[in-house]
């Protein structure tokens, strides 16, 4: 597509819970990142994907955290064992072959863990 | 580690007024530097970039000119609408890393009144 698509808009989980969201990236884009916004300004750069390989993870949580990018399929951002201080917007931002850093961003995802 | 200061807002202005807002940065060797505006409600939007030193980068309006000598990719527009009202983000793409991840400032809001 034209945008970046996340969904879902709004997830809530309870605290212990699983939590998956979902990207499309821009068609014709072979990059993908995830950032995690915290305390409404605050942006975390978390995992980055060359097509379906992780390109830069040094962001990512070692635990909880994992994301996947298949062929034919939206991206992922997973989170086991949601905890309080995950909630956040995340956003998905996808890119050019040849232009990695060009980002265009996703709406994002709100998630709450109550 | 790499990292991008903002003049802290909020910024009030009336229409029509001219706007700087303030932007330094601490990174090795030449990154990449990026002004992208948050709407309400909405994902980021890149406004404007600089690759390299002495660079201008421009659009709708807003300037930055890439600033080696004094680290800095300070944001101008000659005059502001009500429409401008938006979080205004600072972000660099590490010149030590390929991965094309950014690390952003903190933000500033810009209100601008009629």
């Known amino acids: 597509g034209e945008e970046v698509a996340q969904t879902p808009k709004h997830l809530v989980r309870g605290e212990g819970q699983k939590a998956k969201l979902y990207c499309a990236p821009i068609k014709g884009h072979s990059y993908v990142f995830w950032y995690q916004q915290v305390l409404k300004n605050e942006f975390k750069f978390l995992i980055s994907?060359?097509?379906?390989?992780?390109?830069?993870e040094t962001g990512m949580p070692k635990e909880r955290f994992s994301a996947k990018c298949l062929p034919n399929s939206p991206c992922s951002l997973e989170i086991q064992a949601t905890k309080l201080e995950d909630s956040a917007v995340y956003f998905c931002?996808?890119?050019?072959?040849?232009?990695?850093?060009?980002?265009?961003f996703g709406p994002g995802t709100r998630l709450t863990v109550l | 580690g790499d990292s991008v200061t903002q003049m802290e807002g909020p910024v009030t202005l009336s229409e029509e007024a001219f706007l700087t807002i303030n932007c330094t940065y601490t990174a090795t060797g030449y990154p990449s530097l990026f002004w992208y505006v948050q709407y309400p409600g909405e994902g980021l939007q890149l406004l404007l970039k600089a690759t390299k030193a002495d660079d201008k980068g421009s659009n709708k309006g807003f300037e930055a000119t890439y600033r080696k000598e004094t680290t800095s990719f300070h944001l101008e527009k000659g005059s502001v609408q009500v429409s401008d009202s938006a979080v205004y983000f600072c972000?660099?793409?590490?010149?030590?890393?390929?991965?094309?991840?950014?690390?952003f400032g903190q933000g500033t809001t810009l209100q601008v009144k009629p």
């Open positions: 972000a660099l793409s590490p010149s030590s890393s390929n991965t094309g991840k950014l690390i």
């Open positions: 994907f060359q097509n379906e390989n992780v390109f830069d």
């Open positions: 931002a996808s890119s050019q072959p040849d232009r990695a850093n060009e980002q265009f």
